[in-house]
């Protein structure tokens, strides 16, 4: 599975971005699709998840961001409000085959997009 991600840039705080991840060369319906992100000098950490048609959320993301997939269209979003600054980080989608105690862990997942990069500054 090749996994493109796009939809970065720079925004102020408070307004919202939507992230997108287009996947080809593979079952990608079959997966589990999450979304990472790495800030800088830190470990990539989970964002979002849908496993088994549930969505999951780390906590400090909880009531701003929603994850959606088509899988008709082979595609994995992030809608993402109120951004703060703290948000500022390179987001990577990945699809992989975790069980439910390992959704949040990067190493569950078998591929990865390249990144995309959030910025969010006044």
């Known amino acids: 599975v090749q996994l493109q991600a796009f939809g970065g840039g720079l925004v102020q705080p408070g307004v919202s971005l939507r992230l997108s991840c287009a996947a080809s060369g593979g079952a990608f319906s079959t997966y589990t699709v999450a979304w990472f992100r790495q800030a800088p000098g830190k470990e990539r950490r989970f964002v979002a998840a849908?496993?088994?048609?549930?969505?999951l959320y780390e906590d400090s993301v909880k009531g701003r961001f929603t994850i959606s997939r088509d899988n008709a269209k082979n595609t994995v979003s992030l809608q993402m409000n109120s951004l703060k600054p703290e948000d500022t980080a390179v987001y990577f989608c990945?699809?992989?085959?975790?069980?439910?105690?390992?959704?949040?862990?990067?190493?569950?997942?078998?591929?990865w997009g390249q990144g995309t990069l959030v910025t969010v500054s006044s």
């Open positions: 990945a699809v992989g085959r975790p069980i439910t105690s390992t959704v949040s862990d990067s190493s569950a997942y078998y591929y």
């Open positions: 849908i496993k088994s048609g549930r969505s």
